[in-house]
Nanobody, 124 residues
Framework: QVQPVESGGGLVQAGDSLRLSCVAS????????LGWFRQAPGKEREFVAA???????YYANSLKDRFTISRDNTKNMVFLQMNSLKPEDTAVYYC??????????????????WGQGTQVTVSS
């Protein structure tokens, strides 16, 4: 099984950019779709973006103009580049891996393995 571990969160100002990283150790990296979710205080966890091994991507409509997901298959890593950050982007960001599932995997239940999350705080 694969174990995702996120990094790269922090405190930034509105308008700044931030790049999150996730390394997925264990398992066969090529077998998994990878996704990012986020959970803001008092809200449910929501889908952000997903990417296949072949680098086909899918985004939440509200984020696709500012966020970019990518992966480095040689390093078992997935990234989330976030630009023009807003205070409403403040959340814990989670990396997750999905085995056999439908595309696009927008639901939490489609993912098998989750990281512990990394906090992103955007000040106004």
């Amino acid at each position: 099984q694969v174990q995702p571990v996120e990094s790269g969160g922090g405190l930034v100002q509105a308008g700044d950019s931030l790049r999150l990283s996730c390394v997925a150790s264990g398992g066969t990296f090529s077998s998994y779709l990878l996704g990012w979710f986020r959970q803001a205080p008092g809200k449910e966890r929501e889908f952000v973006a997903a990417i296949t091994f072949g680098r086909t991507t899918y985004y939440a409509n509200s984020l696709k103009d500012r966020f970019t997901i990518s992966r480095d298959n040689t390093k078992n890593m997935v990234f989330l580049q976030m630009n023009s950050l807003k205070p409403e982007d403040t959340a814990v960001y989670y990396c997750a891996a999905a085995g056999a599932t439908t595309w696009p995997p927008r639901e939490e239940t489609e993912y098998d393995y989750w990281g512990q999350g990394t906090q992103v705080t955007v000040s106004s």
